[in-house]
Each structure stands twice: as C-alpha cells, then as structure tokens.
C-alpha cells in the first residue's frame, strides 16, 4: 500500500472519529462535580410535551428531595422541587449524542442541578445530569466501544475501495 492511500485512510478514521466523538466523559463528570446542586430525588410527576421523533419535547418534573449532598440555594430534605429540560426524542437509527434522561414517575435519580431564577431548577451536566458517577463511567466505556467498532468498520470500507 502506498503512502497516498495511508494517508487517505488516516484522514478518513479521523474524520469518521470526529463524527461519532461524544463529549468526553470527564466533561461529564467534571459538570457533575463542579453542579451547585448534588441531591437524590424521587420523581412525583413528570409532564412532557407531544414528541413525534426527531424533536426535541420540553419535560415538567415535580420531584422530591430525598437526600442532600451539596447544595447553594438551601434545599433540604422532604423538599419539593421543579426541574425543567428539554430532551431530544431521537428518531429510529440515530446516532448522535446522548439524550438526556427521560425522568419517570416513582423513580429515584441522582441529581446534578442548578437553579434557573430561584423559580426551578435546570440539568447541568447534560446525559449525566440524572446518572451516578458509575452510570455515567458505564455509558462513556459503551459509547466509546462503539465508536471504535463503527470506525474499523470505516477502515475496512476504505481497504476494501483501495484494493479495487
């Protein structure tokens, strides 16, 4: 194989890389550890707009404070809270980053929150704003594995081409 098609084929790994690269998970738990709020919530309510696919639909929480790590505005235990987001609902075969969790009623989350004008509070760490330091480890090593198995199959694409 020649230099020009090694050449060809690193850009295009490279580029393929780039495509499928999520948020490095230490942004992930950085935004987690640096949230002015750390609690454990238990879901009450949850509205969601309609979402047909492929859009994003904005999500009402009501939830209760189960247990309190870190906090700045004062919430306490037994407290209940707003929290508000919007999630993407992603269409069949998407491959983009990672919604941000869909809350449910009765279940219990961490949370990594700040408050949005003393009114409600807002995720701050984006897909790991409603996931332990465990979960969010879990979903980096998955996304991770399947990026390098989506840019082999690129690579091998690309062999295939140049032996053409």
Same mark, same amino acid.
């Not at 309609?50 to 404070?65: H, L, M, Q």
């Not at 407290?79 to 980053?97: S, T, V, W």
């Not at 760490?125 to 399947?146: M, R």
């Given at each position: 194989?020649?230099?020009? =098609?090694? &050449? ?26 640096? =949230?002015?709020?750390? #609690?454990?919530?238990?879901?009450? %309510? ?8 492929? +859009?994003?639909?904005?999500?009402? #929480?009501?939830? !209760? #404070? ?8 004062? @919430? ?6 707003? @929290?508000?987001?919007? !999630?993407? %609902?992603?269409?069949?075969?998407? +491959?983009?980053?990672?919604?941000? &969790? ?14 949005? !004008?003393? =009114? ?11 996931? =332990? ?15 390098? +198995?989506?840019?082999?199959?690129? #690579? %091998?694409? @690309? ?6």
């Amino acid at each position: 194989m020649t230099l020009r =098609s090694w &050449t060809l084929i690193m850009v295009m790994v490279a580029a393929f890389a780039v495509m499928y690269a999520e948020i490095p998970p230490m942004e992930f738990l950085e935004a987690q550890d640096i =949230s002015p709020e750390r #609690v454990d919530i238990t879901v009450l %309510n949850v509205k969601a707009d309609e979402c047909p696919a492929g +859009e994003f639909c904005r999500i009402d #929480v009501v939830a !209760r #404070v189960d247990k309190v790590y870190r906090t700045v505005t004062g @919430i306490k235990e037994g407290d209940q809270i707003k @929290i508000k987001y919007e !999630r993407l %609902n992603p269409p069949e075969g998407y +491959e983009g980053l990672t919604p941000i &969790t869909f809350l449910q009623t009765g279940q219990t989350y961490p949370a990594f929150l700040q408050t949005y !004008r003393f =009114s409600w509070y807002v995720p701050v760490a984006g897909v790991a704003s409603f996931l =332990s330091f465990q979960d969010t480890i879990q979903l980096e090593l998955t996304v991770a594995k399947n990026g390098i +198995e989506d840019v082999r199959a690129q #690579v %091998n694409t @690309i062999k295939d081409f140049l032996k053409e």
